[in-house]
């Protein structure tokens, strides 16, 4: 029985292929513009909820965070377009940057499960009917 | 399944190389895990869809033959088959490989997967060795077997210990042990230690992001930071291996170091340098005694940077 603490809520299992296979794409809530230097600025939308109300009461809180990426995670993210694989991708990072390609799939592994429980990419699974918003 | 699967002799191949143990492997395979020291540990290498290659080594110990030592895992992993109700088939005496002082035995075994094994032990190092070849049941592995169970060495040629692996490919003297590996995604960094001297070999990818805002000579600074504290050093401008790069040089303050007066020198020589082929930044180091200062010229020879990648390139064609 859980006495303490949220009830974790279970997402499908994927395995290593199901998740190179996956084809990441950009939340549609989730703008983006491009800073000076040509890399990508993510504007993501807070949550609406009782703590994010309370403290624009007292501070001035903007509808939308700013991320800031480098041209690493501008590479990736403008490959986030609902067509590239997950494998693609690391394929691509490997030859444009000479990485390894274990390397590669480290990296852009971390980055996008980083992304994806944020919520600012969903993931595309073959027979799956869409991304999660 | 992926194209690294490769069960016959037109694929290519890479060596893999990790405490003195070098193997020939299919270029897909990478290292993935590693754990212990020269006196035991274990490695594995996978290809970019599963676990290929399994290997274990134990150093010193030689308690009964091959055979019994084989007899003796089977005996095990049939154990644990019937605990979980898995149907193992197990074949023994294949004749895979025989390289020469050896006692080797290899056999087979086939579950859900399967796994072609040998179990060598070097007459010479008294080194057991332990390779797991593992395939899908069906998959046809013998000539790969073949291949990389006869390009096992279990022990160094000469003074040096060969390492390779990601892409990595140094030279570490013998007497030298891995103190600390630190793999990551974008930065490697091998450090091998004996009481107060320290060899360090550090290769950093993105070079070109990295030097964006900074040239080299800055980077190093900041990446070196903590190895420079208390100290005097100078760091000039100089061709590394044909590339552009920094030698540096320097001593602890003597207030740090005041055995120095007696005539117990140490030092700090670093070498670091910026290859545009592969996009990376290469730190070969020493910091120790005076008298161990011969060590770092070789060290700094073993550490390639484009050279392997033109000899994969090449053994690939």
Request: glycine content about 8%.
């Amino acid at each position: 029985m859980r006495l303490f603490g949220k009830k974790q809520r279970k997402g499908p299992h994927l395995d290593r292929d199901d998740s190179l296979s996956a084809k990441p794409v950009l939340s549609r809530l989730v703008k983006v513009e491009r800073a000076d230097d040509g890399n990508i600025v993510l504007q993501i939308p807070r949550r609406d909820n009782a703590m994010v109300r309370a403290v624009s009461r007292v501070f001035h809180v903007t509808p939308y965070r700013k991320v800031a990426l480098d041209q690493v995670g501008t590479f990736v993210i403008e490959l986030c377009d609902g067509k590239h694989t997950v494998r693609d991708a690391v394929d691509k990072l490997a030859k444009r940057f000479k990485l390894n390609r274990r390397e590669a799939e480290v990296s852009t592994s971390t980055f996008l499960r980083s992304l994806a429980r944020r919520s600012i990419i969903g993931l595309v699974i073959e027979g799956d009917d869409g991304p999660a918003p | 399944m992926g194209s690294s699967r490769a069960s016959d002799g037109k694929k290519s191949y890479k060596t893999f190389a990790w405490q003195g143990i070098s193997l020939t492997v299919p270029s897909a395979w990478d290292l993935v895990f590693t754990k212990g020291n020269y006196e035991a540990g274990h490695v594995r290498l996978a290809d970019p869809t599963s676990p290929r290659l399994e290997m274990r080594w134990q150093t010193g110990r030689a308690d009964g033959s091959p055979g019994d030592t084989v007899g003796s895992y089977l005996a095990k992993l049939s154990k644990k088959a019937r605990k979980e109700g898995t149907e193992l088939a197990v074949q023994r005496g294949l004749k895979l490989a025989s390289p020469v002082e050896k006692e080797v035995e290899c056999f087979r075994w086939v579950a859900e997967r399967q796994a072609l094994a040998m179990l060598s032990r070097c007459r010479r190092c008294r080194r057991v060795v332990h390779l797991h070849l593992l395939g899908d049941a069906d998959e046809r592995l013998r000539g790969l077997a073949r291949t990389v169970f006869a390009s096992l060495r279990d022990h160094p040629e000469g003074e040096t210990h060969l390492w390779q692996f990601l892409d990595v490919k140094l030279r570490s003297p013998v007497g030298l042990p891995l103190a600390r590996a630190k793999l990551q995604a974008g930065c490697i960094r091998m450090t091998f230690s004996r009481r107060a001297t320290r060899l360090e070999f550090v290769r950093a990818s993105l070079a070109e992001i990295v030097l964006a805002d900074r040239d080299l000579a800055q980077w190093f600074r900041e990446f070196y930071r903590k190895s420079l504290k208390r100290r005097t050093f100078s760091v000039q401008a100089a061709r590394v291996k044909g590339h552009s790069g920094l030698e540096v040089e320097g001593r602890p303050w003597r207030l740090v170091n005041p055995l120095s007066l007696v005539g117990r020198r140490r030092m700090l020589r670093a070498a670091c340098w910026h290859c545009e082929q592969t996009n990376r930044l290469f730190i070969c180091s020493l910091d120790g005694a005076q008298k161990e200062a011969d060590l770092f010229e070789p060290a700094l020879q073993g550490f390639t940077c484009c050279e392997g990648r033109r000899e994969a390139a090449g053994a690939g064609r």
